[in-house]
């Protein structure tokens, strides 16, 4: 129901968007989030944005550098990462809450790798 793409191989500092398109669902009613799981290590929280889109939370690690939106009328939330890390390589995984600290779907994930 949770569809992410726009993944691949970049260089450090390059720019990135993901994608999130969902289906099977009322969108617009669940705030959606982004996560990253790199190898070796526990899933983390990136990103946040709620239902309405009027508000955002960020981890500390990619605020300034990562942007969340979303576009209910397409039901799809977008991730827009800019000046790339190799500590930002991850499978990014995308999805949606449907009450606070709760993600009811998850996405199948997108590889996203920062070369040095």
């Known amino acids: 129901q949770l569809q992410a793409s726009g993944g691949g191989l970049v260089q450090t500092g390059d720019s990135l968007r993901l994608s999130c398109a969902a289906s099977?669902?009322?969108?617009?009613?669940?705030?959606m989030g982004w996560f990253r799981q790199a190898p070796g290590k526990e899933r983390e929280f990136v990103t946040r944005?709620?239902?309405?889109?009027?508000?955002?939370s960020y981890a500390s690690s990619v605020k300034g550098r990562f942007a969340i939106s979303r576009d209910n009328a397409k039901s799809t939330v977008y991730l827009q990462m800019n000046s790339l890390k190799p500590e930002d390589t991850a499978v990014y995984y995308c999805?949606?809450?449907?009450?606070?600290?709760?993600?009811?779907?998850w996405g199948q994930g997108t590889q996203v790798t920062v070369s040095s």
């Open positions: 999805a949606a809450s449907g009450r606070p600290n709760e993600y009811n779907y």
């Open positions: 099977g669902l009322t969108f617009s009613n669940y705030d």
């Open positions: 944005i709620t239902w309405d889109g009027r508000s955002r």
